[in-house]
């Protein structure tokens, strides 16, 4: 079982349009991580969220960690081709030594 | 600019095979880990070291062991390679929670 799930786990848009991704559990998390991963490299963090609540932008890319920290999503405004890659949440659990990886979203951006 | 850097990009063993896969990391990192990497499934900890010669399991170790003789070298081992081992393999490295820096992955088939 996973302690972290993705939906969806596939997405396909036209370029222009909004997509989220999110990424649940029943577990409360310290922090939460996403990075992305283009074909052929190691997953990149893209941001850490600490605080519940806490909402993070980067550039078109808006991050959100739910209230009780058990859950995140990201939202892309305007995807773009070079949004295009597996995204990944990573949580450390508050009793945990370790992050733990969602499944993973793979999208892609159709120019 | 930071690395991790993996001994190997593709490999190819057989049944039976020992295998070793090296990375090495250029930040003075305390922490490092290995994950594996399957479609669907995420990353999952295979084992990480937070001090030379200090290990600790992660969630699937079974068939794999690891070595950590220098701060900056984290290497796993397959003793004896099997079909179900195939796949890709991620190295990282971070300070304790921090963001984890992922090598370029070692893509191993064994036939």
């Known amino acids: 079982t996973q302690l972290l799930e993705q939906s969806p786990q596939f997405l396909s848009i036209q370029e222009g349009e909004n997509l989220t991704v999110y990424c649940n559990s029943s577990?409360?998390?310290?922090?939460l991580q996403w990075y992305r991963q283009e074909p052929g490299e190691g997953p990149v963090l893209l941001v850490t969220?600490?605080?519940?609540?806490e909402v993070k932008k980067l550039k078109r890319l808006t991050f959100q960690f739910g209230d009780a920290r058990k859950d995140s999503s990201l939202h892309i405004t305007a995807a773009q081709p070079g949004d295009t890659g597996l995204y990944l949440c990573?949580?450390?659990?508050?009793?945990?030594?370790?992050?733990?990886f969602g499944t993973g979203t793979s999208l892609t951006v159709i120019p | 600019d930071v690395k991790v850097t993996q001994s190997s990009r593709y490999l190819v063993k057989r049944t039976g095979e020992k295998v070793f896969l090296e990375c090495v990391q250029d930040?003075?990192?305390?922490?490092m880990f290995w994950y594996r990497q399957d479609p669907g499934l995420g990353l999952r900890l295979i084992y990480f070291?937070?001090?030379?010669?200090?290990?600790e399991k992660g969630d699937i170790p079974e068939g794999y062991s690891v070595s950590r003789e220098k701060k900056e070298r984290f290497s796993l081992i397959l003793e004896s390679a099997s079909t179900n081992q195939t796949s890709m393999y991620l190295c990282?490295?971070?300070?304790?929670?921090?963001?984890?820096?992922f090598g370029e992955g070692s893509r191993l088939t064994v036939l």
């Open positions: 070291s937070y001090d030379v010669k200090m290990k």
């Open positions: 990573a949580g450390f659990p508050r009793t945990g030594n370790q992050f733990y």
């Open positions: 990282a490295s971070s300070i304790p929670a921090g963001e984890l820096f």
């Open positions: 930040m003075d990192h305390e922490n």
């Open positions: 577990s409360v998390f310290s922090s």
């Open positions: 969220v600490v605080t519940g609540g």
